[in-house]
């Protein structure tokens, strides 16, 4: 029984910043990675960044650059700094994260989203 909460998100004019945040609760023995996807009207859904476990991170082409994953393991959550905000990045964003509780294989949990609206 794993849950994850998004906040932090809003409306932003093109250019701003926003600080989206996920936490995961529930058991938890360990997390594999966390993410952020976002969809678009229209669109598929999308990864925008993950970070596995030692911290290494990888990122859409599209965000390169301006947008920043980063993870607190002690108090299991994931943030994701967005800069230079564009209005293409308007979206509803999700986190995601890969979590073992006490058995051996990890299981793949989705946060509900939260939108991000960037006006020009």
């Known amino acids: 029984q794993v849950q994850l909460v998004e906040s932090g998100g809003g409306s932003v004019q093109a250019g701003g910043s926003l600080r989206l945040s996920c936490a995961a609760s529930g058991i938890i023995f360990s997390i594999n990675s966390m993410a952020w996807y976002r969809q678009a009207p229209g669109k598929q859904r999308e990864l925008v960044a993950v970070i596995i476990s030692s911290g290494s991170t990888n990122y859409s082409d599209s965000v390169k650059g301006r947008f920043t994953i980063t993870r607190d393991n002690a108090k299991n959550t994931v943030s994701l700094q967005m800069n230079s905000l564009k209005p293409e990045d308007t979206a509803v964003y999700y986190c995601?994260?890969?979590?073992?509780?006490?058995?051996?294989?990890?299981?793949?949990?989705w946060g509900e989203g939260t939108l991000v609206t960037v006006s020009s």
């Open positions: 995601n994260a890969d979590i073992r509780d006490w058995r051996p294989s990890s299981k793949d949990y």
